[in-house]
């Protein structure tokens, strides 16, 4: 068995990780949450053991932590849900089932009563939202229509086509709606998130 360094890249080769850690800036910083919710994803999954041989640290949900440490931990999650060669499919089902989570927490379900299950307020609390668990780049949305909505990301080191269009996924799942998501990317970093329902 290799060192940990190449049991990761073994993991994660079927994706950018590599560069995307060039990327990150040292500054950026993302709240201890996100990793919890991956651990639990995978615990569901039954691959909590083999996770643990590569990460057995624990995470506070309110600190914060670089985010590089956070997208290694995500690539690898996804891989170990899934499969190296289906990498990005385990990114999006760890995003579409950390929002679904969310909403089903004590907080998750009072914020929905709050905002009526309204898709352009559950947006908006999004953005807002964001500005508390994220240390770098933003996210705005558009309403583009009574059903389509642009939401549209800046300075995004997590995968904006496979992860956080699980996230949006799952957001809209947890107020009860189909969406469809369509991803636009300008670059890596930047996009948007074309979604109707």
Known sequence: MGSKQDRIAEL??????????LAVPPSANVRGLYFRNTVRVLAEAGKLAEYRELFPEEHSSVRWYPLSDFLVRLAVGGAMLESPERVH?????????????????????????????????????????????????????????????????????????????????????SIGLSPKVE???????????????
């Open 89 to 173: 499919q385990g990114m999006h089902e760890i995003g579409r089932r950390n929002a679904v989570a969310f909403a089903e927490s004590l907080i998750g379900r009072t914020m929905l009563r709050l905002l009526s299950k309204d898709p352009h307020k559950l947006l908006k609390q999004a953005c807002a939202g964001r500005r508390q668990s994220y240390r770098y780049g933003r996210w705005d949305f558009e309403i583009r229509g009574e059903r389509e909505v642009a939401m549209i990301l800046y300075e995004e080191y997590i995968w904006i086509e496979s992860n956080l269009v699980g996230a949006a996924v799952g957001t809209f799942q």
């Open 12 to 21: 994660t080769r079927h994706c950018d990780l590599a560069e995307r850690l």
């Open 183 to 197: 991803c636009e990317l300008a670059s890596p970093f930047e996009g948007k998130h074309l979604i109707t329902w």
